[in-house]
């Protein structure tokens, strides 16, 4: 992940060849890394950070492990391996895919034999030849090497270069440089001293290729088959083909931890109409003047009558002090009735066009609630809901006090990245030991006693662990909630939360953007990660299958007191993506049917591996492996599931996308080429054609036809025009006009474009689309008038 320029982060998008479309990255440190040609032409494998370090030059000053590749590495000669579960096949209806030939393969053939495989994940040459040879299985997938990737004649010509001009010494094998290639194809990992390649552990490639090690002479003269066949004939144990599988990827979307804002975002549902200004500001319009009045607004919102007095208003309590209810009118027959007009049938409306003194209620509503004028207040230029209910201004100053914003429907939402998740240790999550008891984790998966923060505990079905900035921004919504109830309802406190591990073990509502049903869940934990972990079947439930989604979290208690369905849009899709109903208890057997084809088994069988050879059917598998479907409908479905990979820490690599970190689109793209110059499997210039063909071009194009067809934009008041006023200023405030696309915009990405057109040699095609479309620009924006020349313009 920190290879790939950190473009990788845990959540990060990916679209990828098989099983599925999409997928969300997760790290898992016990597959296979990399394989990287260094600087100094040494390739070696990178499994861990750590191992980084120790082949690198390490001063006494820190240097992170982004730096060290960057200054280290010269190309990417292999990604490693990608973890695909037996489920997303099952799940997507794919035929299996030949499996790498990986330790856990190798070790239930040597299980089977008879022997112990426990302990042998790393293994010097001699020993695996030994083992081999001992229990009759496969040579350990350590010391096999991509045999398939190379032809018969490079075969040939890396024997013929090791028994003529090869040479042992203490054990270790020397080369000429001539090879380099075909040892990087087969990834025999080796250094380079004084132009010559130094390889270790030479005995599997001498026994592969035929050569005897004490004198390093052939012992074959000619071939007739592939270099596997070879290598399987020469070797006399059986060379499994290692990597017959390779899973095309590409970025998605970044992975994502942020508050959810509308645009522009607000603190409370309360029209300003123009009066806000560009900003909604309450405060712009409480103190704006209109004629001899000064906080007067003219706004359409919903029309109550109290109870008591019969004073017509909006808000819910009349001055009066009693309740007010909705006053519905026929806009025809201006006839109060309920939902319709009993003489013309048409629907009734309880929204009215009034003349409010919004400097009077936001001074009454400080006063409510004791509160200084917030720094900035801002509403919403007009209502969308059905009857045009506003929020209390003191709900968006409490909201402005505590710097979050509010949704359409009156929440605060946060939105991460879904990942799923079954197992966690403690010390990964930053709970401590005692509060997790409280919260029900008294024993790991093994079902012995939790006392070590390192022992690995299963996840319950409706627990979340969210991002660490989540829990600094669902504080402060905590203590907003607080306020609220204290000084708006008069109620005690609920949260009384100082920090966010004071939220651990509060109740949430997870909710995806295209449903409007929420889930309860509970907060565990927080973790580095930007994202949200998650049971596979809380994700389930939500109708989300953690291909890079996301969705939202709120506050259970700001959800119950704040959400109402008279804020929602009156529109189409205006009731999607809003807490309407909510799940409070989990049923494994109702969520979305993809987590029942979740695998549980700690190790896939042998016959698993075998049948992804021949490209099997995966459900002919599925009474070889203990699936969620099987335990439906009894207490399995929810516990005692297994895993079958391992990982150091679920937050592994880094924090963030560099998608994210890198500030401009240029510095985007050159980190993109750069990577793609590096990877070996990657045609760059097929990267940057792709680039410019799909991103740059559209692009220009479309800003290039959007300045001629462009409106014009008042700088005071906001109000746009699709022709410029004769007045050359703005009708309805006098403001100055402007463009509302500028010459910048269309032009940005057009000298860059063309500077990667010739960089990486694209098609002559795709530069002249370019040069043709820079005449275009030069001939709207470059003047046309003749430019006076003087003597020094002809010498």
């Excluded at 982060?9 to 599925?20: L, M, N, R």
């Excluded at 132009?195 to 071939?223: F, R, V, Y």
């Excluded at 029209?271 to 009045?293: E, F, H, M, V, Y």
């Excluded at 309880?350 to 917030?374: C, G, T």
Aim: proline share 5%.
């Amino acid at each position: 992940m920190v290879l790939l320029g950190e473009f990788m982060a845990a959540g990060t998008q990916i679209k990828v060849e098989q099983p599925g479309k999409a997928a969300a990255v997760a790290p898992v440190t016990s597959i296979e890394g990399p394989t990287v040609r260094l600087i100094n032409g040494d390739l070696v494998r990178i499994d861990s950070a750590e191992e980084v370090l120790s082949w690198m030059p390490v001063s006494k000053d820190p240097r992170s492990v982004a730096t060290a590749l960057r200054a280290h590495v010269s190309k990417i000669i292999d990604l490693g391996e990608i973890l695909i579960s037996y489920g997303e096949f099952l799940e997507n209806n794919r035929p299996l895919a030949p499996a790498s030939y990986c330790y856990e393969w190798w070790a239930a053939e040597l299980a089977q034999a008879g022997g112990d495989p426990v302990g042998l994940e790393n293994i010097s040459g001699k020993k695996a030849i030994d083992l081999s040879r001992k229990y009759r299985v496969p040579l350990h997938p350590v010391h096999t090497y991509l045999w398939h990737d190379i032809s018969t004649e490079e075969f040939e010509h890396l024997a013929a270069a090791v028994s003529s001009d090869g040479a042992m010494d203490s054990g270790k094998l020397t080369l000429p440089i001539t090879v380099k290639d075909t040892l990087e194809t087969l990834l025999v990992l080796h250094k380079v001293r004084e132009s010559k390649i130094i390889i270790e552990d030479p005995d599997p490639l001498l026994l592969c290729l035929g050569i005897d090690p004490d004198g390093l002479k052939k012992t074959w003269e000619t071939l007739d088959c592939t270099p596997l066949e070879a290598a399987n004939r020469l070797a006399d144990i059986t060379i499994m083909p290692r990597a017959l599988t390779r899973i095309g990827c590409r970025m998605g979307r970044p992975e994502k931890s942020d508050k959810r804002l509308m645009k522009p975002p607000p603190h409370v549902l309360f029209p300003t109409s123009d009066a806000g200004g560009k900003s909604r500001s309450i405060q712009d319009a409480a103190k704006r003047s209109l004629g001899n009045t000064t906080g007067f607004v003219d706004v359409e919102i919903e029309r109550r009558v109290c109870r008591t007095c019969g004073k017509e208003g909006f808000s819910f309590l009349c001055q009066c002090g009693g309740h007010t209810d909705k006053k519905r009118v026929c806009p025809k027959c201006n006839i109060t009735a309920a939902e319709h007009c009993p003489r013309c049938g048409i629907e009734t409306s309880a929204a009215s066009r009034m003349h409010i003194d919004v400097k009077k209620l936001y001074a009454e509503a400080l006063a409510n609630i004791n509160e200084r004028e917030p720094e900035t207040l801002k509403g919403v230029i007009g209502l969308t809901s059905r009857d045009k209910t506003p929020e209390p201004l003191e709900k968006g100053i409490l909201r402005a006090k505590h710097g979050i914003n509010i949704f359409k429907d009156g929440t605060v939402r946060y939105d991460l990245t879904d990942l799923p998740l079954t197992h966690f240790p403690p010390s990964e999550i930053g709970t401590s030991l005692e509060k997790l008891k409280e919260l029900g984790y008294t024993e790991d998966f093994k079902g012995e006693l939790l006392t070590s923060a390192d022992q690995i505990s299963e996840l319950k079905v409706q627990d979340i662990i969210l991002s660490k900035d989540a829990g600094g921004y669902l504080l402060k919504v905590a203590q907003f909630v607080d306020d609220l109830l204290v000084k708006f309802y008069n109620l005690a406190p609920y949260y009384n939360a100082k920090s966010s591990e004071d939220l651990l073990g509060a109740l949430f509502v997870g909710l995806a953007p295209h449903t409007s049903a929420g889930v309860l869940c509970r907060l565990i934990g927080y973790t580095t990660a930007s994202a949200g972990f998650g049971h596979p079947f809380f994700h389930a439930a939500k109708r989300r299958n953690c291909d890079g989604d996301e969705d939202c979290v709120m506050l259970l208690m700001d959800s119950l007191i704040n959400f109402s369905m008279s804020y929602l849009p009156e529109r189409r899709g205006g009731r999607m993506d809003a807490p309407l109903v909510m799940t409070t208890r989990l049923n494994p057997a109702e969520v979305d049917k993809e987590a029942h084809n979740l695998d549980l088994s700690y190790t896939y069988p042998l016959e698993f591996y075998t049948a992804s050879m021949n490209n099997a059917n995966p459900k002919d598998l599925e009474s070889k492996i203990d699936l969620v479907s099987k335990r439906l409908g009894s207490d399995a479905q929810y516990e005692g599931f297994g895993f079958s990979f391992d990982t150091t820490n679920i937050a592994s690599g880094p924090k963030n996308s560099s998608y994210k970190t890198l500030e401009t689109m240029i510095d985007k793209m050159d980190a993109q080429l750069e990577l793609a110059r590096m990877i070996r499997a990657v045609d760059e210039t097929d990267v940057a054609e792709r680039v410019i063909n799909s991103h740059f071009l559209p692009d220009l194009i479309g800003n290039l036809h959007a300045f001629s067809k462009q409106k014009v934009r008042c700088v005071k008041c906001g109000t746009k025009y699709r022709r410029p006023p004769l007045k050359e200023v703005c009708p309805k405030c006098g403001g100055r006009i402007i463009l509302t696309v500028h010459e910048g915009s269309v032009r940005k990405y057009l000298e860059v474009s063309i500077k990667v057109a010739e960089e990486y040699g694209v098609s002559s095609y795709t530069k002249q689309r370019l040069q043709l479309l820079k005449l275009e620009i030069d001939s709207l924006f470059k003047s046309d008038k003749a430019k006076q020349m003087g003597l020094a313009d002809f010498m």
